[in-house]
């Protein structure tokens, strides 16, 4: 009978929502959680190197406060918040040759938390103090927060570690320079790169075109499996040319863009990614997007580019101004700070999506068993192959549904397999 009624017009009396608080695992980044010890068996990027100064700072990382710090030396510590001896915040720490040095009694704490001196005691307790390894690279630190002998090496993609010397890296979030903290779940933002109906609607049909207007055509989908992860491959007809379209998602936080310039009416034989991103939590209600913007041949950062790039990634235009024209910032942080999925209906162009939380269930499932995740690398040194990107192959168009989705599928593939990368 309840069933009957929810389902008539105007029952939001009868569909109450107080069942749907249940957060799912894969959402949960804390300590001790399925989703969080999952997530601490990867790098994750903290914080770009040109923002952490001479002087401590106060992060939160997957629920966790601690203190970044780079020690005299240069070498970077990643350490618990208080003091060992008797508390006092680290935060007011004064960094020293070897380690970091607490402002009250001056207790000196090296980068792997090793009580290095002790100066009012007779002799230097010893003691350990909780830290995290870092390391910096290309302009990002990053952290490992997993168990010690597991640490597996910093993974190095081959958009970055292949790069033409005249690409230019700019760590950091959506725009060169832009810090982006959003208040929502991670997950909702990494369920966005592998929907990409949501770049013709929300990008080009809803709030105006943001990037070229061909991005509003509805495009053929099709998922894919790959060793590190998933992609999405969008095809669009443009004339007498496919646009193939490619993203990666690399488990379990990474996804690649590539250049939002394309219009598909030039042939191109390889368009690379623009972005390659970790959302990296601060908790269960927000994350910070931290990566490398890479500017190419292909995809400059003009100011308009920058503009187009920034707009609707945060809350900083006018109330009236985000409804009438909203963007990426204004959907997914408003599915709510953790979105609830008992609350959703999902249909077939959600099929990335789903694919995507899978493979979170079941990286939480290997790490529970004690396998390394699907996404995790452990050969130092290994360039990891990446496939985002534009391809657009001249093929005659037909009248035939059938026979316009068999050339998308067969292009599809010939992408997929590498045949566009040269
Ligand atoms: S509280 Fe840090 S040295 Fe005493
Ligand atoms: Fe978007």
């Known amino acids: 009978m309840q069933q009957n009624k929810a389902s008539a017009p105007f029952s939001a009396y009868h569909l109450r929502e107080e069942r749907l608080d249940a957060v799912p695992e894969y959402a949960q980044v804390g300590p001790g ?14 914080e770009v190197s040109a923002e952490l100064g001479d002087i401590p700072k106060r992060i ?16 970077l510590g990643l350490v618990r918040p208080h003091c060992p001896h008797r508390g006092a915040s680290l935060e007011f ?16 704490i090296g980068v792997d938390g090793t009580v290095l001196e002790t100066p009012a005691e007779p002799e230097t307790k010893n003691l350990r103090h909780g830290a995290y390894p870092v390391r910096e690279f290309e302009g990002l630190i990053f952290a490992y927060m997993g168990p010690p002998e597991q640490m597996p090496p910093l993974p190095v993609f081959d ?37 990409p109906v949501h770049t013709a609607y929300l990008h080009t049909i809803a709030s105006g075109s943001q990037f070229t207007p061909e991005f509003g055509i509805l495009p053929e989908l099709e998922y894919r499996e790959t060793p590190i992860g998933m992609v999405y491959v969008a095809g669009r007809r443009i004339g007498g040319n496919m646009w193939i379209r490619m993203h990666d998602l690399i488990m379990p936080n990474i996804h690649l863009v590539a250049s939002v310039n394309e219009t598909g009416k030039q042939e191109k034989r390889y368009g690379g990614p623009y972005l390659l991103h970790w959302a990296t939590p601060i908790d269960d209600t927000s994350f910070r997007e931290l990566g490398w913007l890479i500017e190419t041949d292909d995809m400059k950062f003009t100011d308009e580019i920058v503009q187009q790039l920034h707009f609707g990634m945060m809350d900083d235009r006018p109330m009236e101004e985000r409804q009438r024209t909203p963007g990426d910032y204004d959907a997914q942080v408003s599915q709510g700070a953790v979105h609830l999925r008992a609350r959703e209906h999902l249909g077939t162009s959600d099929r990335g999506v789903a694919m995507f939380r899978r493979m979170l269930r079941v990286g939480i499932d290997d790490v529970r068993k004690g396998k390394d995740p699907k996404g995790l690398h452990r050969d130092e040194g290994q360039v990891i192959r990446t496939y985002t990107q534009n391809a657009v192959v001249a093929c005659p168009a037909s009248n035939d549904p059938a026979e316009e989705k068999r050339q998308f599928s067969e292009l599809s593939q010939r992408v997929f397999d590498g045949e566009f990368r040269d």
């Open 93 to 108: 720490g004064i960094p020293d040759e070897k380690g970091i040095r607490c402002c009250y009694h001056g207790w000196l």
């Open 60 to 75: 939160r990382i997957l629920g966790e406060d601690l203190v970044l710090f780079r020690a005299k030396s240069g070498e």
């Open 159 to 195: 958009v970055i570690a292949n790069r033409k010397p005249t690409d230019r890296l700019y760590p950091g979030g959506w725009t060169p320079g832009g810090k982006y903290e959003w208040p929502c779940n991670w997950v909702q933002v990494k369920e966005n790169a592998m929907d």
């Open 33 to 46: 959680t399925p989703g969080g010890e999952y997530l601490r068996r990867f790098w994750h990027p903290i």
